[in-house]
């Protein structure tokens, strides 16, 4: 599923660390104050679930706001070919639409971000009989919209599209179609406009246009099962990162596709129901390159992917780097969130026996069988839920005392979670008192 390579990590200026850790904390506490609504906050830069009305119309309605082809030239590198609308911004959308190391590859998908509106694009590599093109013609077709979580549904359109623009250049019918059908414009104050109303007759990835042959819809099925199954009990080290809401990079070599959905996958593993808190997804930045170095030199909190190496030795972009299995840092303030323990161990077995509870078709056949992504997402919305329910209800209580009995009935380590605990309760604004002994400062 993915390359063996294993790479290393992060700074080790404790110094730093600390720097980073208040900006982190003031910038969840500043966009919380008083427990304010979500709707009440200021921009936070991350994704809440109570968005406005508007965008979270446009969110799920499919709409997108442009649609590109980005082109392999011998003598430019990547460039634009062609995109709907044509005044659309997309610089830089041609290196994250057909990534580095593409060419090594027979075809792949990518999702990525473009300031505040999020990308897919399927890119192909198809060998001609052309001394021009050195012997191979490379394409990416590809979409920007709203919200990433949709996105998935166009991914058969894309790849249909991608081969017709290699076997056919210069051909946009069909990409015009689904523009037409699925537009939506900013307006002039920024806020998203949903301009025409998508066909209801029409499927999110097929315009309603007689032109355009009806897709089939294919759902990423699988993904999270996979990512569980990739990371085993590290799962539950990337689950600590995601709730403390720290900078994680994955690396791997070409393809990417696969790695862009751990990054969904990951920042689904802080996902809550918790009144109070303020809900917040960590950023998803998909697909990074060299471009966003700056960008992400201003972020306290993301979750992204990269084909490139460079990234490995700019270390105060990011918490942890996940190259392959291996979850690495070099802050020695984080190196003891990466060590598993039996509560951790516990858990995914605990995670596993769900899923082999419903991996077998119901005695009732026309019982809807339940999805095992939604039995995965449940889990951690549950541990996530019943996490700060705890914790919350103890800062409520009159001595506030967390004892390692609460801390067992949680699912955590009181020794081998007790700095994951104190960094939430920090993060957060929890304000309790851990009365479980520091094992290296013994009564």
């Known amino acids: 599923m993915a390359s063996d390579e294993k790479q290393p990590l992060l700074r080790t200026d404790d110094d730093d660390d600390n720097d980073t850790r208040g900006l982190r904390r003031r910038a969840y506490q500043s966009n919380n104050p008083g427990l304010v609504s979500d709707g009440d906050r200021g921009d936070t830069g991350r994704i809440t679930l109570t968005a406005s009305p508007s965008l979270t119309a446009l969110a799920e309605s499919d709409f997108i706001a442009a649609i590109f082809v980005v082109a392999f030239d011998t003598r430019s ?41 999020y990308g897919l694009s399927c890119f192909e590599n198809m060998p001609v009989e052309s001394e021009i093109e050195r012997g191979a013609r490379m394409k990416s077709v590809g979409i920007l919209s709203y919200s990433y979580t949709n996105l998935y549904r166009h991914m058969q359109f894309l790849e249909t599209q991608v081969r017709h623009q290699l076997e056919i250049p210069g051909k946009y019918t069909q990409l015009m179609a689904l523009y037409t059908d699925r537009k939506a414009e900013l307006l002039s104050n920024g806020s998203p406009n949903a301009g025409l109303r998508p066909s209801p007759l029409s499927t999110p990835s097929t315009p309603s246009n007689e032109l355009l042959p009806e897709m089939k819809i294919t759902h990423p099925a699988g993904c999270f099962a996979q990512f569980i199954n990739f990371f085993g009990e590290q799962v539950f080290t990337l689950w600590k990162f995601a709730l403390l809401q720290r900078r994680i990079i994955f690396f791997s070599p070409p393809p990417i596709g696969v790695v862009c959905y751990r990054v969904y996958c990951a920042c689904c593993l802080a996902s809550h129901n918790v009144q109070g808190l303020g809900y917040h997804e960590l950023r998803p930045h998909f697909y990074i390159n060299v471009a966003d170095i700056e960008t992400l030199e201003n972020e306290v909190s993301y979750i992204a992917c990269t084909t490139e190496k460079i990234f490995e030795s700019k270390s105060h972009l990011y918490d ?31 995670l596993n026996t769900q899923r082999a509870q419903h991996s077998f078709p119901t005695e009732d056949a026309s019982e809807e069988t339940i999805d095992e992504e939604e039995i995965i997402l449940s889990f951690f919305m549950d541990l996530n839920d019943r996490l700060f329910h705890t914790l919350l209800d103890i800062s409520m209580s009159q001595d506030k005392q967390l004892t390692s009995d609460h801390m067992k009935a949680i699912g955590l380590d009181p020794v081998g979670d007790r700095t994951f605990l104190m960094d939430l309760v920090e993060y957060y604004g929890i304000d309790v008192v851990l009365m479980v002994d520091n094992p290296c400062c013994p009564k």
């Open 77 to 117: 590198g990547n460039m634009i070919e062609w995109c709907c609308p044509e005044d659309t911004d997309l610089d830089g959308v041609e290196f994250k639409a057909m990534p580095s190391g593409s060419h090594t590859l027979d075809r792949d998908f990518v999702y990525f971000r473009k300031d505040n509106l």
């Open 320 to 350: 942890i780097y996940v190259d392959n299995q291996n979850v690495r840092t070099s802050s020695p303030a984080m190196k003891d969130l990466l060590k598993n323990n039996d509560a951790d161990r516990e858990k995914l077995a605990k």
